[in-house]
């Protein structure tokens, strides 16, 4: 059975070309057994009828904040509190910033206002729209008051340039929403998660550290939280919100992240290694600046440790899972990795190319675990960290309960 059978779904339409993808959005919610009611804005009613809508959720669509008749069957208090998912999609620009800035200024953004229920936002709009500062502004505030933002996708768009700012696909939307969240798979769990780069100090100014935006390990820090477990996040330098609900420690070096991972570790359940640690780290980091008189400059560097090897091999070791960006002959080495590190479950990417996770809200996935492979394919890291948690869970409980 579906995890969404008989869950209640508000899904919010906005002024967007987009729109015309919420036909398709409500019909399927609808197949996989989920009660959906739509509300719209104005402008999205520039897109698509209401009576399309309509028919397809089976329950007349609600547009309007002060409506004596609707307020006095469901009012916009009880919408919120009917729902038990919130989706916005598509989510124009202009509603991004009402929402950002707390304005009920019609019936949909007091519903997102009002609501106890998770708030999902498909953001969807021109690509110039999307990179605005003032748009990244408006959804790095709404991700850190805890909604979820899903995709969007590059490629082309309505108005004929090519970037940022499609909304997902229905599919992919409700592959988000239907996750483990629902269920809550890690329910009384404790999970704790390594993301982001670490940073190793040459001298004041300058280290060593690669491309890792800690955005894969922040989503699944976020998908194991919405599945029910106690999460502890221990980050290297990365410039994105903190998670709500979530334990958060912020290191530098592999060293610090090492020593953050074996003072909380013991507790837990679960360990998912995530973080781009800095495979070498120089002997010696300069007390001030170095100088660059010299035609040449050697730096001494030593091995760091490997964090998510020591967990696993550790007496009485949580279940470890470990991930691998690999450029060449990703699967054959992801294998090897599992068996050299001593893992339950890896996640192997190939890096490199045009396709290069780094910083990309996208990644593709192939876990890898002791007897068998399953391809995640390309997603949004939303889509893949909720994938990735179930598979966690499902693997989890199978390996306590032999
Ligand atoms: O060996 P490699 O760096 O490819 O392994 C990647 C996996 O190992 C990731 O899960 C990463 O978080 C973890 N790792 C670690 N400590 C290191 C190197 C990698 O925990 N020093």
Not at 41 to 48: G, N, P, V
Not at 262 to 286: L, N
Not at 308 to 319: C, D, I, M, T
Not at 384 to 395: D, F, N, T
Request: aromatic share 4%; net charge negative.
């Amino acid at each position: 059975m579906s995890h969404l059978a008989d869950q209640h779904i508000l899904v919010g339409i906005t002024g967007g070309i987009a729109a015309y993808k919420s036909a398709e959005l409500v019909r399927r919610l609808g197949d996989q057994g989920a009660q959906v009611q739509v509300i719209m804005t104005d402008a999205a009613k520039a897109f698509i009828a209401p009576l399309t809508l309509q028919a397809l959720s089976g329950r007349p669509v609600r547009d309007t904040l002060l409506d004596p008749e609707a307020e006095s069957g469901m009012g916009h208090i009880e919408l919120g509190r009917w729902a038990d998912t919130v989706l916005v999609a598509p989510a124009s620009a202009d509603f991004i910033a009402r929402l950002a800035v707390g304005l009920a200024s019609d019936l949909l953004s007091t519903v997102c206002l009002a609501t106890p229920a998770p708030v999902y936002l498909a953001p969807a709009m021109n690509q110039e729209m999307w990179r605005k500062p003032t748009t990244q502004r408006n959804l790095a505030t709404l991700e850190a008051d805890g909604i979820t933002v899903l995709g969007p996708a590059s490629g082309m768009q309505a108005c004929g340039d090519d970037g940022p700012g499609r909304m997902l696909e229905p599919e992919q939307l409700i592959n988000s929403i239907s996750g483990p969240q629902v269920r809550g798979a890690l329910e009384g769990m404790r999970v704790m998660i390594t993301a982001g780069p670490t940073w190793e100090a040459l001298d004041p100014v300058r280290g060593l550290s690669n491309h890792s935006s800690g955005k894969m390990g922040y989503a699944v820090a976020t998908a194991a939280r919405s599945a029910g477990a106690s999460v502890d996040l221990i980050s290297g330098p990365v410039t994105l919100p903190p998670p709500r609900d979530i334990k958060i420690q912020k290191v530098q070096t592999a060293q610090q992240m090492l020593a953050a991972v074996e003072k909380g570790v013991s507790k837990c359940d679960i360990f998912i290694g995530v973080a781009a640690v800095v495979d070498y780290r120089p002997i010696q980091t300069a007390a001030s600046k170095i100088k660059k008189d010299a035609q040449t400059l050697t730096v001494e560097l030593v091995r760091n440790p490997d964090i998510l090897a020591q967990v696993a091999h550790r007496p009485n070791a949580p279940f470890t899972v470990g991930f691998a960006a690999e450029t060449d002959h990703a699967i054959e080495y992801g294998r090897q990795k599992l068996q050299s590190k001593g893992l339950d479950l890896i996640a192997v990417n190939q890096v490199g190319g045009e396709d290069s996770p780094f910083g990309s809200d996208n990644n593709q996935l192939t876990l890898i675990g002791p007897h068998d492979e399953v391809d995640l394919g390309l997603d949004s890291k939303a889509v893949l960290a909720a994938q990735l948690v179930e598979e966690i869970a499902r693997r989890y409980h199978e390996k306590s309960s032999t």
